[in-house]
């Protein structure tokens, strides 16, 4: 598509691609930094992300400000998106339908934005991202790199809302990829995956 920032935010607010169409308050595009080298994938909008239409919002948005606060960054230094751009109905997954609706919406944010890395937040992310070979779990804390950008898959903040324990390994993968843009440290370590 190619298309200008403009664009992109014209045809999100008017899509009706998609079911979820029918049932959204507000588009969730993006927010951030448009030029930013760290960008964060999560899989979709809540309903606090429905009302106030930016990503990452509620619960779980607000353990990853604490967690760039620890990071010493400001959240609008980085661009935060999700795979579908509307909430899906009491918090479910995305289906694959709606998935295929809104990837090209998401591949124009990272052509836009054109980030060094991208942390993916969540299997939703993981699989839509990479490919459906992917876990989460095997996944986490390796980096992928893929068509110039370094990956790094972790845990939806919303998983730790559930799982208190899996919040080191959700800080150390945010560290990671700090570190990553910061040059603080190379990536090319034991357990990182080149496609």
């Not at 909430?87 to 809104?102: H, I």
């Not at 809302?161 to 190379?186: C, M, N, P, V």
């Amino acid at each position: 598509m190619n298309l200008n920032w403009e664009e992109l935010e014209k045809q999100c607010e008017n899509c009706q691609k998609c079911k979820l169409a029918k049932t959204r308050k507000k588009v969730v595009i993006g927010c951030g930094n448009r030029q930013a080298k760290l960008m964060f994938i999560g899989e979709g909008p809540g309903a606090d992300e429905d009302a106030s239409g930016i990503p990452f919002v509620g619960r779980a948005g607000q353990l990853m400000n604490m967690a760039f606060q620890g990071l010493g960054i400001a959240r609008d230094e980085v661009y935060i998106a999700n795979v579908v751009k509307c909430r899906p109905p009491g918090n479910r997954n995305p289906q694959a339908d709606e998935v295929q609706a809104c990837l090209n919406y998401l591949r124009e944010q990272v052509l836009l934005v054109k980030p060094q890395v991208i942390v993916l937040l969540g299997n939703v992310a993981l699989k839509t991202i990479l490919g459906s070979e992917y876990g989460i779990t095997s996944a986490r804390g390796k980096w992928i790199q893929k068509n110039e950008i370094w990956y790094m898959p972790t845990f939806h903040p919303a998983a730790l809302l559930r799982d208190e324990t899996k919040k080191i390994d959700f800080w150390l993968d945010l560290q990671e990829a700090y570190h990553r843009i910061s040059g603080q440290k190379d990536c090319n370590q034991e357990g990182s995956i080149v496609q």
